[in-house]
Nanobody
Framework: QVQLVESGGGLVQAGGSLRLSCAAS????????MGWYRQAPGKQRELVAT???????NYADSVKGRFTISRDNAKNTVSLQMNSLRPDDTAVYYC???????????????WGQGTQVTVSS
């Protein structure tokens, strides 16, 4: 089982910045894709940013130019730098990873517990 622990959420005024971090841990595992989703009250969970490889990034149109995703494969971490935050960025942000615990096991999807980001106007 791979555990994902997030940190860095909080309350910020519109136009401000926050940085989210997520660390993956297990006794033995290999990670493929990592990234972030978010879920606002009354809405479905939506993709924010993914980083399937060391040089490939994908962003939701709503965050392009404002958010930056990065990975440290040596530390099994993924971060999300969020700038120019807006009230509609308010949501619970979830880190995810696709990983396997051995070469003979299947790739599985893992989620963090979520961290609240609130942007006040």
């Amino acid at each position: 089982q791979v555990q994902l622990v997030e940190s860095g959420g909080g309350l910020v005024q519109a136009g401000g910045s926050l940085r989210l971090s997520c660390a993956a841990s297990a006794s033995r595992f290999t990670i493929n894709d990592m990234g972030w989703y978010r879920q606002a009250p009354g809405k479905q969970r939506e993709l924010v940013a993914t980083m399937p490889t060391a040089i490939t990034t994908n962003y939701a149109d709503s965050v392009k130019g404002r958010f930056t995703i990065s990975r440290d494969n040596a530390k099994n971490t993924v971060s999300l730098q969020m700038n120019s935050l807006r009230p509609d960025d308010t949501a619970v942000y979830y880190c995810y990873a696709t990983a396997r615990i051995s070469v003979s096991s299947q790739w599985s999807l893992y989620w963090g517990q979520g961290t609240q980001v609130t942007v006040s106007s």
